[in-house]
């Protein structure tokens, strides 16, 4: 046999082969059932949903970040003795990043009674970094990770 000969016979073979399968294509698509009419695909008007209260929304998104608290150099605390005790309060801290606000418990010595100084800024890595300077020398950066957590923090001069 010669090469021609062995090649159309490939030819006829792989012609043959589709020829069956384009039969069992088209014995298929006859026996089966036929479409319904476009309209009848639609779907059917049923009555609305019952509202659902929607969860209430938490500051800072659905669930609670996880807050880490850090003190750096030497512990906070006042150089008067007679200080007045410490300061619990919440920061309502807003996200440079994303510009949403989220409170914060700290806990602040007793001699930081005045307004601090803030200032903000957008860090590497999606991070958003907002400072906090008090007059007595008090120091609290708050770090906001892209991943949703917030690390606090303490410095003192």
């Known amino acids: 046999m010669t090469h021609l000969s062995k090649f159309a016979s490939a030819i006829g073979l792989c012609g043959l082969l589709l020829a069956v399968v384009g039969a069992i294509r088209a014995n298929d698509v006859r026996n089966a059932e036929p479409l319904p009419p476009p309209n009848a695909l639609s779907p059917v008007p049923s009555a609305p ?4 209260p929607a969860p209430p929304e ?36 807003k996200n440079p990043a994303t510009c949403c606000v989220v409170p914060i418990p700290i806990c602040l010595p007793g001699c930081c009674t005045d307004e601090p100084c803030v200032s903000s800024r957008c860090g590497v890595l999606g991070r958003g970094i907002v400072r906090y300077d008090y007059c007595c020398g008090v120091k609290i950066i708050v770090t906001f990770r892209a991943c949703g957590d917030i690390v606090v923090s303490y410095y003192h001069a």
């Open 49 to 52: 949903a019952p509202a659902v």
């Open 58 to 93: 938490m500051p800072g998104g659905n669930c609670c970040p996880c807050i880490e608290y850090r003190h750096h150099g030497r512990p906070i605390c006042c150089c008067d003795c007679n200080a007045p005790p410490e300061i619990k309060t919440v920061l309502q801290v």
